[in-house]
């Protein structure tokens, strides 16, 4: 969504802009822009589509010159994409400009009382509301008048605010979008995710809702929007810049496809207690007395996350014997949810940051259940409304389409899984069994990664098709949606995952000759099952593409394709078999000349509902 980057110092900063926006384009959009203040007066450019077109525009104008500077990609949510919609947004009176993430919500009620005061708007976005408010309520200082005009919004917000009256001033603001403030030497650097500071300070403050920072070149206050004083909380970014760095990969996708089996050794990394036949789980433990309780537990979260929470409710019911179920957060928030007592609510993202995800956390708290996070940003808004989490520790992840956070998802929950199943039915044996196959799957996930030229090639031979199916039984059900949603996300191809057996109850009409059908067909306790499926479809034209056990002669004989995953435990099988479908889905998009990292309307973090 969104991206905000600011800058204040001593630094002539249009570059050091540019380049935080080009850090910030992995989460989507499709307008850019910046403002830089030179003394006392705000230059101002704006592009639609890429960065790089922002950056022809700057080139042609001669640039910009300035040490205070704010730049924005945008992701239209009130208004098209054009340029005069793009940020940043100015006001008619005072010289300000802004930048903003979010939706003010209450802005058409706004707009007209601003219009009733004469002022005239040049867009149709939300945002331009809120930068006239702010000029408006300005009576000779910038803080005081974000921090009035924030106090008339309802609404999401991150914005950076500067004034041509206050060259010496920068004002931010969060609430519900985030944004940190990155102290570094004699200058600070604003951005709406650490990528866009990370080259230039480690140490950096997250704000908290309701949060104002008044940023001058000698240092910043905290305060709410009632000006009552904040005390920051400086944090130290554990990222590295060659985390967010392509090194020798054509994109991030591939890039974070080949890390999943370092991601996954530090997901595990002291965690596991194969000895003694526990899960170490540092972030969940001071609550072992209600989790010994738990009656119930509901798993939430929107995209590949929910894909990974249905197979958290697989393992919690199989393995631990505890009532569980997955559903959508956008669902889960607004259905009136009954909540009974000794309730756990997992809310599981990559981004910590997820709109409805977020809302549904809350509303379970609000509920009374016990609110755990598996996250995988640190500092996040969902980690830190949690009263217990684990983190993924799989690092930063830039493609928009996940697939390591996945399998770190999935390794946290069978951890996850093994721990509360130690409370209850699994032994000591039982859980060291468990662990010693999870530790040996990075290896075996190496061994799939091996395979990505033959991947590949199987890939190229369907790439013409337009639809396909994707399918899958068991724990390899969420497998199959996930396969589908990461080739139609990247490729636009048009895809459908589901439970084999349903096939037969209507998709089956969609069979034609030569459809390609994607069969998740591992070593299980459905294995005879999936075969007849397969029949099925091969009886109906479609070719097979499956994913099966290494040593399977059977599929061989069945099978137009089979993309072979090592054996392993039925429950954790959804961390090898994803593999050889993120490739295909990778491939397909290459195949067809698409930008992966930037898939069209898509963005890396969804915060908006
Ligand atoms: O950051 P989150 O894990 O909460 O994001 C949830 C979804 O938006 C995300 O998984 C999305 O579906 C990805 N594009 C899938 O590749």
């Not at 500092?379 to 930063?396: C, F, H, K």
């Not at 899958?472 to 990247?490: S, V």
Request: with cysteine; hydrophobic share 40%; charged share 25%.
């Amino acid at each position: 969504m969104c991206g905000i980057v600011a800058y204040i110092g001593s630094k002539q900063c249009q570059q050091l802009l540019l380049e935080g926006l080009k850090r910030l384009e992995y989460r989507g959009y499709d307008s850019a822009g910046m403002a830089v203040l030179d003394g006392s007066k705000i230059t101002l450019a704006r592009a639609v589509g890429k960065v790089s077109n922002l950056e022809d525009k700057l080139e042609e104008t001669g640039g910009m010159r300035g040490t205070l500077g704010l730049a924005h990609t945008r992701w239209a949510t009130h208004g098209g994409v054009t340029e005069a919609n793009a940020h940043p947004h100015t006001d008619d009176r005072v010289g300000i400009a802004l930048i903003h993430n979010g939706i003010i919500e209450n802005y058409a009620s706004l707009k007209t009382y601003l219009e009733e005061k004469g002022h005239v708007f040049k867009s149709q976005t939300d945002t331009e509301v809120l930068a006239m408010l702010i000029g408006e309520l300005y009576e000779g200082d910038l803080e005081k008048a974000v921090q009035a005009a924030l106090r008339e919004v309802t609404g999401a917000y991150s914005i950076a605010v500067i004034c041509e009256k206050e060259p010496d001033t920068l004002v931010v603001a969060r609430k519900g979008s985030p944004l940190m403030l990155g102290i570094g030497n004699g200058e600070f650097i604003v951005g709406s995710d650490p990528s866009a500071i990370i080259a230039h300070t480690t140490q950096a403050v997250p704000l908290e809702d309701y949060t104002v920072a008044k940023v001058t070149r000698s240092g910043f206050r905290t305060s709410d929007i009632h000006d009552v004083p904040v005390t920051p909380k400086v944090m130290q970014l554990e990222m590295d810049l060659e985390q967010i760095e392509l090194g020798s990969f054509g994109h991030f996708m591939q890039k974070e496809i080949f890390e999943q089996p370092k991601a996954l050794r530090n997901t595990m990394r002291g965690r596991l207690d194969t000895r003694e036949g526990r899960v170490v789980l540092g972030g969940v433990s001071k609550f072992d007395k209600e989790l010994t309780k738990t009656r119930r537990v509901t798993l939430t979260g929107q995209g590949t996350a929910l894909h990974a929470a249905m197979i958290g409710e697989y393992l919690l019911e199989d393995l631990a014997k505890i009532p569980a179920v997955a559903e959508y957060a956008s669902e889960f928030r607004y259905r009136n949810p009954i909540v009974e007592d000794n309730t756990v609510v997992i809310a599981v993202s990559q981004s910590g940051e997820t709109a409805d995800t977020l809302a549904a956390l809350r509303e379970a708290k609000e509920r009374g259940a016990l609110a755990m996070g598996v996250v995988n940003v640190v500092g996040s808004s969902i980690a830190r409304e949690t009263d217990a989490g684990v983190y993924l520790r799989v690092g930063p992840e830039i493609g928009v389409a996940s697939t390591k956070a996945f399998v770190g998802q999935v390794a946290v929950l069978s951890m996850l899984t093994i721990y509360l199943g130690r409370k209850r039915y699994l032994s000591a044996d039982q859980c060291a069994d468990l662990m010693r196959e999870m530790e040996l799957i990075p290896e075996k996930m190496e061994r799939i990664l091996e395979s990505d030229a033959r991947i590949r090639k199987v890939t190229e031979r369907y790439i013409d098709r337009e639809n396909w199916l994707f399918l899958g039984r068991g724990y390899n059900y969420p497998t199959a949606l996930e396969g589908a949603l990461k080739l139609k996300e990247i490729s636009y191809i048009h895809a459908e995952g589901m439970p084999a057996a349903e096939m037969k109850h209507g998709p089956i009409a969609l069979i034609n000759d030569g459809m390609p059908a994607v069969f998740i067909a591992n070593r299980g306790r459905q294995y005879d099952k999936v075969m007849s499926n397969i029949q099925e479809v091969k009886a109906r034209g479609g070719r097979i593409i499956a994913v099966a056990t290494e040593g399977d002669e059977q599929i061989k004989r069945l099978a137009d394709e089979v993309l072979f995953v090592p054996d392993i435990a039925e429950p954790l099988s959804p961390m090898l078999t994803v593999v050889p479908l993120q490739l295909m889905a990778y491939h397909a998009a290459v195949l067809r000349g698409h930008d992966v990292d930037k898939p069209r309307n898509l963005a890396k973090s969804v915060t908006v509902e």
